[in-house]
């Protein structure tokens, strides 16, 4: 009989510890999803992760603005012309706030000040500034941009910018 009642004292403290370990490995676990794990809040979906915006790959590890960091060299045509559009360097970096999906462009058409640009996730990008906005696609290296610029919101010109990456 007594050993009986030390039997069932080990075999539930046990069961308690396992019980216990069992909690505190799988909390400290990430759900898998198929072979990844998804990173920067991606979901799983029929074991694929399905990403949030600004974020692509197969754990939704890689910010949209990842491939478009970089030094480029620029040309533009605009009509009617603008001073010292010539060929120039411009760089592109990850905007301050929505980084995932906003780059900054620096030496924007030359006109030495930068342009924030919004991406869609599919090559897309969209300009917004005080002084100009238009819209454009990335591909291979190559930004294109259509945009139009304006002083004190009357319209100035109309330009198409290539920037090849370096």
Known sequence: MKNTHIRRILVTSIFIVSSFAAVLYTSGCKKKCGSVTCQNSGTC???????????TGTACETMWSTQYLGSYTCTQSCTPPLTG?????STITTASSNGAYTISISNFGNLQASATAYLD????????????????????GVLTIHYTTSTNNVPGSTCNLTMTKQ
């Open 45 to 55: 979906v029929n074991d694929t992760c399905s990403c949030p915006s600004g974020y």
């Open 85 to 89: 559009s010539g060929s120039w360097q």
């Open 121 to 140: 996730g599919n090559g897309g990008v969209t300009v917004a500034g005080v002084n100009v906005a238009g819209n454009g696609t990335f591909a291979d």
